[in-house]
């Protein structure tokens, strides 16, 4: 029998199902909910299940599925006969996994976790080995998984300290959670102790964002950006999320460069709003999605997906989004030092605290507080280009670590399959 709190959890999502549609009909008409496959969100497939073993991978938004990808191609280098199921939650990660995954993977929306859309979804699936990923911590669809006979999986995990005390209230619902998983891999070793005080394993370290290959870069598209520039620096805001912007349109006249800054908002919608902003602090500013040339204006808003790559490669340097506010915890200083793009980050960094860590013991990323200090650092890199560069060079050396321990992940997962 399930211990109370699970019981109750399950009531009580039962009881909110009928709410379910209506509010992702308003989610929809919001733009943060594909109207042609909320019945996927409701765990209705939209498409046929292959023969053969499948396993399902589970990223919540962009960056825990992109960071799937070496996963994906590492199953399949094991294991060609696999199909793969990728399930998210937000259209911007579909659109991405459209784009990026390998040819014959799959993907749907993931089902709200409510017993009916947890039980349609399982049994549609039936997969035989489920992989979570992050802090994608879901009851009903993990004990339905499990019930139904499949292995699992938590990997690159990671606990808020809010998570952490929650589940530490409910002890045995979390250790009957935790303990359904076959394999746990934690990012460091502070989740890897808080998951085991649940009642979790520990089967080693493994980040996911850490791996996997650069971002694409449209050597065509540098190649215009570059001559459009004409020399000139370009600076960059990646993944920057409301309230930031304001920060960033502040710093840079501070910088005095004679050059672009380039603005790519975390969710691409936002861009009109960010256009205003530029506007009212005394900027013109050109949109790509409107097909708006690069170097007519000196703030230029890179609204469109799959791009950030080329942007990262064009600018000398890139503040990684997320991070001068409270609240989404940073975003990928992986990516930028990939493609040698020197790092400024603010200094709300939580959900990549161990990556940021090991950036600064190196000297390889700035952080900034505030519009000032991040007017600072853009303007030191553009007065001491060479520092510059041999700080992105120890960044991309961080960035390469840590490559082993997906071969390790992917032979103990291989293992749980028939």
Not at 38 to 48: F, K
Not at 116 to 143: C, M, Q
Not at 381 to 389: I, K, Y
Request: glycine share 8%; charged share 20%; with cysteine.
């Amino acid at each position: 029998m399930k211990p109370p709190g699970l019981q109750l959890y399950g009531a009580a999502t039962a009881l909110l199902s009928p709410l379910a549609g209506p509010l992702l009909r308003r989610r929809a008409r919001r733009g943060k909910e594909d109207p042609a496959r909320l019945p996927e969100r409701l765990g209705r497939a939209s498409i046929p299940r292959p023969p053969g073993r499948l396993v399902w991978l589970h990223g919540a938004s962009v960056g825990e599925s992109l960071s799937l990808l070496p996963l994906i191609d590492a199953l399949r280098a094991a294991r060609p006969d696999l199909a793969i199921l990728v399930t998210s939650g937000t259209v911007t990660s579909a659109e991405l996994i459209a784009r990026r995954a390998p040819q014959g993977v799959l993907h749907q929306y993931a089902p709200v976790d409510a017993p009916g859309a947890a039980r349609r979804f399982l049994k549609h699936w039936t997969p035989d080995l489920s992989l979570f990923v992050e802090s994608e911590i879901w009851p009903n669809l993990i004990l339905g998984a499990r019930a139904g006979g499949s292995r699992l999986a938590l990997l690159s995990a990671r606990l808020s300290e809010a998570s952490l005390q929650g589940w530490r209230r409910l002890p045995r619902s979390a250790r009957t959670v935790f303990a359904a998983f076959d394999r746990v891999m934690a990012q460091e070793d502070a989740t890897a102790a808080a998951l085991t005080s649940l009642g979790a394993r520990d089967d080693g370290r493994l980040n996911l964002k850490r791996l996997g290959a650069p971002l694409p870069v449209d050597a065509a598209a540098l190649a215009t950006l570059r001559k459009a520039a004409d020399g000139r620096p370009v600076l960059l805001a990646a993944s920057t999320h409301p309230g930031e912007d304001e920060l960033v349109l502040e710093a840079f006249p501070r910088v005095r460069s004679g050059g672009f800054l380039v603005i790519v908002p975390r969710h691409p919608a936002r861009a009109p709003q960010i256009e205003r902003l530029a506007a009212a602090a005394g900027f013109t500013a050109g949109l790509r999605s409107r097909g708006d040339a690069f170097g007519l204006q000196s703030v230029y808003i890179a609204d469109t997906l799959g791009e950030l790559g080329l942007w990262f490669a064009l600018a000398r340097a890139a503040l990684i989004g997320g991070s001068l506010l409270p609240g989404p915890g940073g975003h990928n200083p992986i990516e930028p030092a990939q493609l040698d793009c020197p790092i400024v980050t603010g200094p709300h960094i939580d959900n990549w605290r161990d990556v940021y860590a090991d950036l600064l013991r190196e000297d390889a990323a700035v952080v900034a507080h505030d519009a000032d200090a991040l007017a600072a650092a853009f303007a030191a890199v553009l007065q001491d280009p060479p520092a510059a560069l041999a700080r992105a060079g120890r960044a991309r050396q961080v960035a390469a670590r840590d490559q082993g321990a997906l071969n390790l992940a992917v032979q103990g997962l291989i293992s749980l399959l028939p």
